[in-house]
């Protein structure tokens, strides 16, 4: 199987085929979109790490051997499979934490911004290089990278093709932290596992808020928020987490 899923509150999920620097076929996509949407359906599942097999890349992007010779309606197959891979990611209820352990180019780089949060090993490479390769990004590329970095540097990214250093995704905001590659795997689990103890009930909401915030007005998406703050205390999450903050211990968090 090219993506392995180890199953736990914190779930880890793989995308392997390292004999391809993890590069996205059909069978991959196909992989990690069953993936994200039982993940998504699935109470006991917190938080979603996602990684590459292998040593050096995350996901070298979209599988250029299998791509090269389709024609202009396959191609917008392909361009749909993967971005409801990426749409399955972004609308999960549970947080996805991106661990980029190497290169995350094209494809690879998008699967990356369809994550709430990204890592990085020092190794790791990002880039958007499909204008070398004479067509346009296709998994959302071209809508998410501005948003999450702004729209000089995706015009950088998608215009020149060039890949930029961990060190530089970092300082551009496109990702949180930086690691030596041996500890990458320790902290994105570690962050997972403060993520996992929070209110899966308002981990959700929180999601669903932000998201919106990036789609509609101010004013609208302020009644989402209030909406959904108001939802909150109809919860028993809400209930555990302010007993806990005045009885001083550690919320015990159910998601009802
Ligand atoms: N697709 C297929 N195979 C790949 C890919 C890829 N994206 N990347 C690497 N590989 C393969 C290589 O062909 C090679 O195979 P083999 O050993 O059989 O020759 C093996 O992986 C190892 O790669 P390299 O020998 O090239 O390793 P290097 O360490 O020399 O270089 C790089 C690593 C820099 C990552 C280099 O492999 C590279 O540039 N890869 C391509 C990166 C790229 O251009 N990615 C963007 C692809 S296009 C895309 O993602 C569009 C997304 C939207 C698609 C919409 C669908 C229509």
């Avoid at 596992?193 to 999601?207: E, T, V």
Wanted: net charge negative.
């Amino acid at each position: 199987m090219s993506v392995n899923v180890e199953r736990g509150a914190v779930t880890v999920v793989t995308v392997d085929r390292p004999e391809a620097l993890n590069a996205l076929d059909a069978e991959t996509n196909g992989a990690l979109l069953a993936t994200a949407r039982e993940l998504s359906a699935a109470e006991d599942v917190r938080v979603v790490v996602l990684t590459g097999g292998g040593d050096t890349s995350f996901v070298a992007g979209a599988d250029i051997a299998a791509m090269k010779d389709l024609t202009a309606e396959e191609a917008r197959r392909w361009s749909e499979l993967g971005q409801s891979v990426m749409s399955a990611i972004e609308a999960a209820p549970q947080p996805w934490i991106a661990a980029v352990n190497g290169y995350a180019l094209g494809g690879g780089c998008e699967l990356a911004l369809a994550c709430d949060l990204r890592l990085a090993a020092e190794t790791a490479k990002f880039g958007q290089p499909e204008i070398g390769l004479g067509i346009t990004p296709g998994y959302g590329g071209t809508q998410r990278l501005a948003r999450v970095v702004g729209q000089t540097w995706a015009n950088y990214l998608v215009l020149t093709g060039r890949h930029i250093r961990a060190d530089e995704a970092f300082r551009i905001g496109l990702v949180t932290a930086v690691y030596p590659k041996g500890e990458l795997r320790t902290q994105a689990l570690k962050l997972a596992a403060d993520l996992a103890a929070k209110s899966p009930l308002a981990m959700r909401y929180c999601k669903r808020a932000l998201h919106a915030s990036l789609d509609v007005d101010v004013e609208t998406g302020q009644r989402i928020e209030r909406d959904l703050f108001a939802l909150c205390f109809a919860s028993a999450d809400q209930k555990e987490g302010m007993a806990a903050f005045l009885e001083k211990r550690t919320p015990e968090f159910t998601g009802r």
